[in-house]
């Protein structure tokens, strides 16, 4: 028996790379359930050479739960739904209304489908900060969480999303530009 392991990074070359990232992390969320409840699964190495899979050592629970992470994609959202998957999300990248017509989509994605809409869990990340006050909770925060928020904006320099979509290069950002934009999410994410 040859053991095989393909990381993340391995598979997406062989499955398009960061383009395809959403065609294939759906595509395979069933190929991870059939690992999970022990079924032995067939891969092509790459190389013409079907190998043959299974997960050890054997999971305690018999059904995996899947959670999605997602911002505001509707469609991402509406995968989630049709598919019965869970969904863990933020307020980086989307208002409250937003959320609230994301989450109404994937309710109704998941009733289409057969899944009851009610059980499909939705889970929000808000960061949060227990204090006295407020003066003094911000000015306990306002620094770390504005650092926090402006590495943040550097995960989007690299892959160019958040720039791309309104026809900017990262490169014509400037520290001024990076300054004002993590004071305004700072103050976005304090006030909500």
């Known amino acids: 028996t040859e053991i095989y392991t393909l990381s993340l990074h391995d598979a997406l070359p062989i499955y398009g790379g960061y383009a395809a990232r959403k065609k294939t992390l759906f595509e395979h969320v069933a190929t991870v359930q059939r690992l999970w409840q022990g079924e032995v699964v067939q891969f092509s190495r790459g190389d013409d050479v079907v190998v043959e899979a299974c ?26 739904g049709e598919l019965g998957l869970n969904v863990l999300t933020g307020l980086i990248e989307m208002s409250i209304e937003e959320l609230s017509e994301n989450a109404i989509l994937y309710r109704q994605a998941r009733a289409r489908h057969g899944h009851d809409p009610d059980r499909g869990q939705i889970c929000l990340m808000l960061h949060t900060f227990v204090w006295h006050g407020n003066d003094s909770a911000r000015n306990v925060v306002e620094k770390p969480l504005s650092n926090y928020l402006r590495n943040y904006l550097g995960l989007y320099e690299e892959m160019g999303a958040v720039f791309d979509q309104f026809g900017v290069k990262p490169e014509d950002v400037t520290e001024a530009d990076k300054e004002t934009l993590s004071r305004l999410a700072f103050e976005r994410y304090f006030n909500i």
């Open 55 to 80: 997960s050890y050592p054997r999971p305690l629970q018999k059904n995996l739960d899947i959670w999605i992470t997602s911002s505001k994609s509707p469609q991402t959202w509406q995968m989630a």
